[in-house]
C-alpha cells in the first residue's frame, strides 16, 4: 500500500501563477523526494529534503517539511505551459529495507 | 552517459501468455528498482535489488510475478501467466547509494504493457 498521500489531486492553473503541491506520510522518513513525470515518460527527480531540514530552494522550486506534522509542500513559482505534468512525493522510510514510497501523484496543468 | 535503458517500451499480450522486460541500469548503480504504475496512480515497489541480492520482494506477487539480476547489472522482470489486471507501466529505477542515504533514483522511460 502507499504510504503517501498528496492533495490537490489535479490543479489547473494560469501561466505565471504559483502551483503549491502537499504530501503526507505516515511513518517516520530518512528524507523525502519529489519526482515530475511528462505523459508517457519516466520520473525525473527534482529534489530532496532530509529529515532534518526544514526547507530547501533550486531554480523555481521550493520544497518545505515538517516532521511533526509528517507532511511535505512543494511551491513551484511563476509557472510555465512547460511545468504541466505530474507530479510525486517519494519518502525514504525509516525501516529495515529503506523502502522509497512514492505518493498518488498531483496532475498540474499550467494553461498558457 | 547512457540513462537506464529498458525494453520492451511497449507489448500487447493476450491473457494467460508470459512477458518479460528487461532493464539496464547506469553504470556503477548497485541499487535497481523495478517499480509498478497503473494510470493515474503513483509507482508500487515491486522488488529491490543490492547487486545481485533481492533485499525487498515483499511486494511481488511470486504467484506469477518472477525477477533476476544474475550479475548485479541488468535484470529481467518476468510474468507468467499474465491476466487482465496486470495491465500497467513497469519502471525500473536505479541508485548509486542504498540505505538511508538513498537519495535520487534514475528511471527509465517504462514498459507499457497491455494484457488482452
Known amino acids: 500500500s502507499q504510504q503517501g498521500e498528496e492533495d490537490p489531486q489535479a490543479l489547473s492553473i494560469q501561466e505565471g501563477e504559483n502551483a503549491t503541491m502537499n504530501c503526507s506520510y505516515k511513518?517516520?522518513?530518512?528524507?523525502l523526494q519529489w519526482y515530475r513525470q511528462n505523459s508517457g515518460r519516466g520520473l525525473v527527480h527534482l529534489i530532496l529534503?532530509?529529515?532534518?531540514?526544514r526547507e530547501k530552494h533550486s531554480g523555481r522550486l521550493r520544497v518545505t517539511l515538517d516532521t511533526s506534522k509528517k507532511s511535505s509542500s512543494l511551491l513551484i513559482t511563476a509557472s510555465r505551459a512547460a511545468d504541466t505534468a505530474s507530479y510525486f512525493c517519494?519518502?525514504?522510510?525509516?525501516?529495515?529495507?529503506?523502502?522509497?514510497?512514492f505518493g498518488p501523484g498531483t496532475s498540474l496543468s499550467v494553461i498558457p | 552517459e547512457a540513462g537506464v535503458v529498458q525494453s520492451p517500451r511497449y507489448k500487447i499480450i493476450e491473457k494467460k501468455q508470459p512477458v518479460a522486460f528487461w532493464c539496464n541500469p547506469i553504470?556503477?548503480?548497485?541499487?535497481l528498482y523495478w517499480y509498478l504504475q497503473n494510470l493515474g496512480q503513483g509507482p508500487e515497489l515491486l522488488i529491490r535489488?543490492?547487486?545481485?541480492?533481492?533485499?525487498?520482494d515483499s511486494q511481488l506477487p511470486k504467484d506469477r510475478f518472477s525477477a533476476e539480476r544474475l550479475k548485479g547489472v541488468d535484470s529481467t522482470l518476468k510474468i507468467q501467466p499474465a491476466e487482465l489486471g496486470d495491465s500497467a507501466v513497469y519502471l525500473c529505477?536505479?541508485?548509486?547509494?542504498?540505505?538511508?542515504?538513498?537519495?535520487?533514483?534514475?528511471f527509465g522511460e517504462g514498459s507499457r504493457l497491455t494484457v488482452l
Open positions: 535489488y543490492e547487486n545481485e541480492e533481492a533485499v525487498d
Open positions: 553504470s556503477g548503480h548497485n541499487t
Open positions: 529505477a536505479s541508485s548509486p547509494v542504498a540505505g538511508p542515504n538513498t537519495g535520487e533514483l534514475f
Open positions: 529534503i532530509r529529515s532534518n531540514e
Open positions: 511513518t517516520s522518513i530518512n528524507n
Open positions: 517519494a519518502a525514504l522510510l525509516k525501516t529495515s529495507y529503506d523502502k522509497v514510497i
